[in-house]
């Protein structure tokens, strides 16, 4: 699976688990059956990484968002930030800014008409 689609897969991935409160294995599985792929180590480290480090995460995203909160931020954005900030954060194999420019492109396709502009503010912080 190449890594652009992993990641789209992470961000469904992630948007079961933060708006259904998916059990995370369960949400990869779905996500993965609904997609009709098959496993694929680089969406099981976005996945992995995150569920294990969400607080730590979060907490780096809400310090460097102006005048906002976490709960605030569109559904489609955060969880993009999320992913951008596993890769950041805990992989160490994609360059910061193929990881942003991913995450740009990301939000063109499934945050609304400032998502991508959004995304960029802030993980040009990073």
């Given amino acids: 699976m190449k890594r652009r689609k992993a990641r789209e897969l992470a961000l469904q991935t992630l948007f079961q688990i933060d708006l259904g409160e998916a059990n995370p294995t369960d949400a ?7 997609a ?5 180590s680089f969406l099981s480290l976005i996945v992995t990484n ?10 780096t995203l809400a310090s460097n968002i ?7 931020l569109a559904n489609v954005d955060r969880n ?3 992913i951008a900030l596993v890769e950041i954060n805990y992989l160490e ?3 910061k ?3 942003i420019n991913e995450a740009i492109e990301i939000a063109k396709i499934y945050g609304d008409d400032d998502s991508s502009k959004f ?3 802030v993980l040009s912080k990073f």
Avoid: C, F, G, M
């Avoid at 990869?28 to 609904?34: A, D, F, G, W």
């Avoid at 009709?36 to 694929?40: A, G, N, R």
């Fill in 119 to 121: 995304i960029n503010a």
């Fill in 28 to 34: 990869l599985q779905h996500v993965l059956e609904e």
């Fill in 66 to 72: 102006e005048s906002w909160t976490i709960d605030r």
């Fill in 36 to 40: 009709e792929e098959k496993e694929d």
């Fill in 93 to 95: 194999d994609a360059p």
């Fill in 50 to 59: 995150y569920v294990e480090n969400k607080e730590a995460i979060d907490k």
């Fill in 97 to 99: 800014s193929v990881v």
């Fill in 80 to 82: 993009i930030l999320r």
